[in-house]
Nanobody, 115 residues
Framework: VQLVESGGGLVQPGGSLRLSCAASGFTFSSYGMSWYRQAPGKERELVASISRGGGGTNYGDSSKGRFTISRDNVKSTVYLQMNSLKPEDTAVYYC?????????WGQGTQVTVSS
């Protein structure tokens, strides 16, 4: 099982980034997918989640209205479009796949929002 995040980097406040998470080694379309983030000294928090078919989404309070989660079950990839980024969005962003007791994590990608 692999979850490989990409798309992180340094961006100025107000800018945008699109994160990708490429999955392999499991039946992607059978798993709910989520993005979490963890800033230094803070607990890991939910950013957004999406149902297996993509019809249902859920967002953390800090990302509502600015971030959009989507998935492509043909490409086995989940995305996170992040707009209007703020310095407080700086964190390592992790991709997560869940189905029942199966719970997989990626290695994370760093997002830094700074001028």
């Amino acid at each position: 099982v692999q979850l490989v995040e990409s798309g992180g980097g340094l961006v100025q406040p107000g800018g945008s980034l699109r994160l990708s998470c490429a999955a392999s080694g499991f039946t992607f379309s059978s798993y709910g997918m989520s993005w979490y983030r963890q800033a230094p000294g803070k607990e890991r928090e939910l950013v957004a989640s999406i149902s297996r078919g993509g019809g249902g989404t859920n967002y953390g309070d800090s990302s509502k209205g600015r971030f959009t989660i989507s998935r492509d079950n043909v490409k086995s990839t989940v995305y996170l479009q992040m707009n209007s980024l703020k310095p407080e969005d700086t964190a390592v962003y992790y991709c997560n796949a869940v189905r029942g007791v199966d719970n997989y994590w990626g290695q994370g990608t760093q997002v830094t929002v700074s001028s």
